[in-house]
């Protein structure tokens, strides 16, 4: 290992609590072509377990670590080229420890434009602010007179050039920038003032026409409701150290860094030079470097809120492979339905019209019936959009005229977010050619139903909903993220190879999209695998590919019964002779943990599979195949609460969180508008982050504290102390905490009816960022 990638390793184990050693086999395997998920899954004897989370940190942070190395031996060439590497500067660049602190380091030798300092020292004036530094008791003016010449006429455009010299040390000063930059940090307050004349047409951003808080501190929804506000000209933003105290305590370390301690005549000129310096120069360094601070943090902060909703929605719970209708609800267009089997395979569409004009209500529920009937519908999805409300209702009531000996479904509200965006896809129209758009769209809500994962994985996540002021970050970092997420998602939970979709297929680990589609082109044109080896046959997928694959697909009811498992198949010779062990059938221990209890991992233990995997396999062996999601359960919505104007103050109502912000959780309560549980509100204890106490999905008893009608927003309460008003949990404008908007829904059910669920597919906080803005 050279300096640097040991400078590196070390760096990286001290950020994710791990040994330099560990975190060397990680980048090994890496930068070798393993994936994240195969390293963290197969790999745990060589990074000493490193986790998921843990080697995503690791590779962001190679990232950034390795463009730092890269950057810092191109400043020392630069330097070198120069003449003017010193020991000391060398000394100073190998342990800058950002990038931030190699540009600082940088400045004086980065070459660039003809500056005026630069000028004033081709006139001759370098030595005259010397002499100034040197003789304090002198005045200033009577030295700057030995200085005139053709170039400079007058004492005053010498004594300005010796300034221009000064400010440009200051501002190049790598000491003193990072002692400012850290001061700020700690101590600078941003402030946010309305520009004249815009109050009105920036009305949503009213909290910050007057708002000053600490820099280091502030939440990142309500930086980004700021900087929005300042990129739509609404308001000016200034970060600068607070006037009365933090003001004196910047000109102190600037009068430190040139020592002016005395009341001199040169004292006073170095004085007002200084404060100069900070007004003309280094104060819009400093602003310029914590505002791109400001936003890259705020930056971060939003996409991992974004980044952990959407993990909590792929791996919400799945209803199930069981028969669902899906209903896409319209009024004027129609109510469009799709019954897929158990396994998602479309059977059957309809158009229902029991809406205005045709107000076809009968021929609706006679519609309904007969597919429940004939297809055996065990679940009805309904979408959350436009006429949700009316569509719940009329399935309620035809529930109550099935015939008798017919089981009843159970009707789900699901989210409609991002269906439309995959209606129209390429995708949707290769699998469904000859369907209206419409009724893709029935599809996708009766699958996103029984497999949420496998069906919102054929969907851009930009485009799901669960995000905090999404199109205000970086897009490509944001990208970035959330692909992992799903990658993630998909290798956790593991794919069916016989009935994956290449969507799906295409995040399993070590395929992407070619050898997804290649490998459902094969199984259509040859039929079902019969085993994990089949891939091989697969045009294009080679060893390596198969390695980092294989664990993560199952074939149900093979040959081979651990196909069907995690055990990855290099280890099946281990896993067979912890069966011999057991001195029964394969198929007989897979299951049985109580077959399995008296065997000590130790035993296994060989040259090639440590403890880890052993224990790994064990466990597989216990439970063949296990989903790591929750079981699926559903929100019972209180009867006659169908609308905003339904609700009043303490109100007791159960709900499913739908969003998780940092200011607190998005509940649907079947009200056509989800409601704010402020973060104050969520627990009888101080809550610092909402995903400590809620994640998407979740079904919460919640208390209604305040509703606003005309502006649609609903405050509610999780604290069982009764504490708290409707001051305290609602909505603020400008501060990201927006009305919800899911589309219209209804808790209501007919008395024969099982009550109305939800599973928890929400899109509130997109939508009410989009209102809020």
Same mark, same amino acid.
Not at 327 to 334: A, E
Not at 369 to 377: Q, S, T, Y
Not at 445 to 457: C, F, G, T, W
């Given at each position: 290992?050279?300096?640097?990638?040991?400078?590196?390793?070390?760096?990286?184990?001290?950020?994710?609590?791990?040994?330099?050693?560990?975190?060397?086999?990680?980048?090994?395997?890496?930068?070798?072509?393993?994936?994240?998920?195969?390293?963290?899954?197969?790999?745990?004897?060589?990074?000493?377990?490193?986790?998921?989370?843990?080697?995503?940190?690791?590779?962001?942070?190679?990232?950034?670590?390795?463009?730092?190395?890269?950057?810092?031996?191109?400043?020392?060439?630069?330097?070198?080229?120069?003449?003017?590497?010193?020991?000391?500067?060398?000394?100073?660049?190998?342990?800058?420890?950002?990038?931030?602190?190699? *540009?600082?380091?940088y400045? =004086?030798?980065?070459?660039?434009? @003809?500056?005026? #300092? %630069? !000028? +004033?020292? &081709?006139? $001759?004036?370098?030595?005259?602010?010397?002499?100034?530094?040197?003789?304090?008791?002198?005045?200033?003016?009577?030295?700057?007179?030995?200085?005139?010449?053709?170039?400079?006429?007058?004492?005053?455009?010498?004594?300005?050039?010796?300034?221009?010299?000064?400010?440009?040390?200051?501002?190049?000063?790598?000491?003193l920038?990072?002692?400012?930059?850290?001061?700020?940090?700690?101590?600078?307050?941003?402030?946010?003032?309305?520009?004249?004349?815009?109050?009105?047409?920036?009305?949503?951003?009213s909290?910050?026409?007057?708002?000053?808080?600490?820099?280091?501190?502030?939440?990142s929804?309500?930086?980004?409701?700021?900087?929005?506000?300042?990129?739509?000209?609404?308001?000016?933003? *200034?970060?600068?150290?607070? =006037?009365?105290?933090?003001?004196? @305590?910047?000109? #102190? %370390? !600037? +009068?430190? &860094?040139? $020592?002016?301690?005395?009341?001199?005549?040169?004292?006073?000129?170095?004085?007002?030079?200084?404060?100069?310096?900070?007004?003309?120069?280094?104060?819009?360094?400093?602003?310029?470097?914590?505002?791109?601070?400001?936003?890259a943090?705020?930056?971060?902060?939003?996409?991992?809120?974004?980044?952990?909703?959407?993990?909590?929605?792929?791996?919400?719970?799945?209803?199930?492979?069981?028969?669902?209708?899906g209903?896409?609800?319209?009024?004027?267009?129609?109510v469009?339905?799709?019954?897929?089997d158990?396994?998602?395979?479309?059977?059957?569409?309809?158009?229902?019209?029991?809406?205005?004009?045709?107000?076809d209500?009968?021929?609706?529920?006679?519609?309904l019936?007969?597919?429940?009937?004939?297809?055996?519908?065990e679940?009805?999805a309904?979408?959350?959009?436009? #006429?949700?409300?009316?569509? &719940?209702?009329?399935?309620?009531?035809?529930?109550?005229?099935?015939?008798?000996?017919?089981?009843?479904?159970?009707?789900v509200?699901?989210?409609?977010?991002?269906?439309?965006?995959?209606?129209a896809?390429?995708?949707?129209?290769?699998?469904?050619?000859?369907?209206?758009?419409?009724?893709?769209?029935?599809?996708?809500?009766?699958?996103?139903?029984?497999?949420?994962?496998?069906?919102?994985?054929?969907?851009?996540?930009?485009s799901?909903?669960?995000?905090?002021?999404?199109?205000?970050?970086?897009?490509?970092?944001?990208a970035?993220?959330?692909?992992?997420?799903?990658?993630?998602?998909?290798?956790?939970v593991?794919?069916?190879?016989?009935?994956?979709?290449?969507?799906?297929?295409?995040?399993?680990?070590?395929?992407?999209?070619?050898?997804?589609?290649?490998?459902?082109?094969?199984?259509?044109?040859?039929?079902?695998?019969?085993?994990?080896?089949?891939?091989?046959?697969?045009?294009?997928?080679?060893?390596?590919?198969?390695?980092?694959?294989?664990?993560?697909?199952?074939?149900?009811?093979?040959?081979?019964?651990?196909?069907?498992?995690?055990?990855?198949?290099?280890?099946?010779?281990?896993?067979?002779?912890?069966?011999?062990?057991?001195?029964?059938?394969i198929?007989?221990?897979?299951?049985?943990a109580?077959?399995?209890?008296?065997?000590?991992?130790?035993?296994?233990?060989?040259?090639?599979?440590?403890?880890?995997?052993?224990?790994?396999?064990?466990?597989?062996?216990?439970?063949?195949?296990?989903?790591?999601?929750?079981?699926?359960?559903?929100?019972?919505?209180?009867?006659?609460?169908?609308?905003?104007?339904?609700?009043?103050?303490?109100?007791?109502?159960?709900?499913?969180?739908?969003?998780?912000?940092?200011?607190?959780?998005?509940?649907?309560?079947?009200?056509?508008?989800?409601?704010?549980?402020?973060?104050?509100?969520?627990?009888?204890?101080?809550?610092?982050?909402?995903?400590?106490?809620?994640?998407?999905?979740?079904?919460?008893?919640?208390?209604?504290?305040?509703?606003?009608?005309?502006?649609?927003?609903?405050?509610?309460?999780?604290?069982?102390?009764g504490?708290?008003?409707?001051?305290?949990?609602?909505?603020?404008?400008?501060?990201?905490?927006?009305?919800?908007?899911?589309?219209?829904?209804?808790?209501?059910?007919?008395?024969?009816?099982?009550?109305?669920?939800?599973?928890?597919?929400?899109?509130?906080?997109?939508?009410?960022?989009?209102?809020?803005?």
């Open positions: 290992m050279t300096a640097t990638a040991d400078r590196i390793a070390r760096t990286i184990a001290q950020e994710i609590n791990a040994s330099a050693a560990q975190v060397a086999a990680a980048v090994g395997l890496l930068d070798g072509g393993a994936t994240v998920p195969f390293v963290a899954r197969y790999r745990k004897e060589a990074t000493g377990g490193l986790d998921d989370t843990q080697l995503r940190q690791l590779s962001d942070r190679l990232t950034y670590l390795r463009e730092l190395e890269a950057r810092r031996e191109t400043i020392l060439g630069s330097i070198r080229d120069q003449g003017k590497l010193t020991d000391d500067l060398a000394r100073a660049i190998a342990g800058a420890d950002s990038k931030a602190a190699l *540009e600082d380091l400045l =004086p030798y980065k070459p660039k434009r @003809r500056t005026r #300092a %630069m !000028i +004033a020292r &081709e006139n $001759g004036l370098e030595p005259l602010l010397r002499a100034i530094m040197a003789d304090r008791a002198a005045v200033p003016e009577v030295l700057a007179a030995d200085y005139l010449s053709e170039a400079v006429g007058t004492t005053k455009a010498a004594l300005e050039g010796a300034r221009d010299i000064l400010a440009e040390e200051l501002s190049e000063n790598a000491g920038l990072g002692r400012l930059r850290d001061f700020l940090r700690a101590e600078a307050l941003i402030t946010a003032r309305v520009v004249a004349g815009k109050e009105e047409a920036g009305a949503k951003f909290d910050y026409f007057d708002h000053s808080e600490k820099w280091g501190t502030i939440p929804h309500r930086a980004l409701a700021i900087l929005r506000a300042a990129r739509e000209d609404i308001v000016t933003v *200034e970060i600068a150290p607070e =006037p009365e105290q933090g003001f004196p @305590r910047v000109q #102190a %370390m !600037i +009068a430190a &860094e040139i $020592g002016i301690p005395g009341d001199g005549p040169g004292d006073a000129w170095l004085r007002a030079a200084a404060a100069w310096a900070w007004r003309v120069k280094l104060s819009l360094s400093m602003h310029l470097d914590l505002m791109g601070e400001l936003r943090r705020a930056h971060e902060e939003a996409i991992a809120v974004f980044a952990r909703n959407l993990r909590d929605l792929l791996l919400a719970a799945p209803a199930g492979a069981r028969p669902t209708l209903l896409d609800p319209g009024i004027r267009t129609g469009k339905a799709a019954v897929v158990a396994t998602g395979k479309l059977l059957e569409t309809a158009t229902l019209y029991p809406f205005q004009p045709k107000n209500v009968r021929g609706a529920q006679a519609m019936v007969d597919l429940i009937r004939r297809h055996g519908v679940l009805v309904i979408g959350n959009g436009t #006429a949700s409300r009316e569509t &719940e209702r009329l399935v309620a009531e035809t529930l109550g005229l099935l015939p008798e000996g017919v089981k009843r479904p159970v009707k509200i699901v989210s409609e977010a991002g269906a439309s965006v995959y209606s896809s390429e995708l949707a129209a290769r699998e469904f050619p000859d369907l209206d758009v419409s009724l893709r769209g029935a599809v996708s809500i009766a699958r996103r139903l029984q497999d949420p994962l496998a069906e919102l994985v054929k969907i851009e996540p930009q799901i909903g669960v995000g905090q002021y999404q199109h205000d970050v970086d897009q490509r970092r944001l970035r993220s959330l692909e992992a997420v799903v990658e993630d998602a998909v290798n956790a593991g794919v069916d190879l016989n009935t994956a979709s290449a969507p799906l297929l295409a995040h399993v680990a070590g395929l992407g999209p070619a050898l997804a589609q290649a490998i459902v082109a094969h199984r259509d044109a040859r039929g079902a695998f019969a085993s994990r080896r089949a891939l091989l046959e697969v045009g294009g997928l080679g060893p390596r590919a198969f390695e980092q694959c294989a664990g993560f697909l199952r074939i149900r009811d093979g040959a081979e019964p651990l196909d069907a498992s995690s055990v990855h198949p290099e280890a099946y010779g281990v896993a067979r002779r912890i069966v011999q062990a057991c001195g029964r059938d198929r007989q221990i897979m299951g049985d109580a077959a399995l209890k008296g065997l000590r991992p130790e035993d296994f233990v060989d040259d090639a599979f440590g403890l880890p995997t052993v224990r790994d396999i064990l466990a597989e062996l216990e439970k063949p195949g296990r989903d790591p999601r929750p079981s699926f359960v559903t929100a019972t919505f209180t009867d006659g609460v169908e609308d905003i104007r339904d609700l009043r103050p303490g109100m007791l109502l159960e709900g499913t969180v739908t969003n998780v912000a940092a200011f607190g959780a998005f509940v649907d309560i079947g009200v056509h508008q989800d409601g704010l549980v402020h973060v104050s509100q969520l627990a009888d204890r101080f809550v610092k982050d909402p995903h400590e106490v809620v994640k998407a999905g979740d079904v919460v008893k919640v208390r209604v504290l305040e509703v606003d009608i005309p502006r649609k927003r609903i405050g509610l309460s999780m604290r069982r102390d504490a708290g008003s409707g001051r305290d949990a609602a909505p603020k404008p400008g501060r990201n905490a927006a009305k919800g908007k899911g589309g219209p829904r209804s808790g209501s059910a007919g008395p024969k009816a099982p009550p109305t669920a939800r599973g928890g597919f929400g899109d509130a906080l997109v939508a009410a960022m989009k209102k809020d803005r």
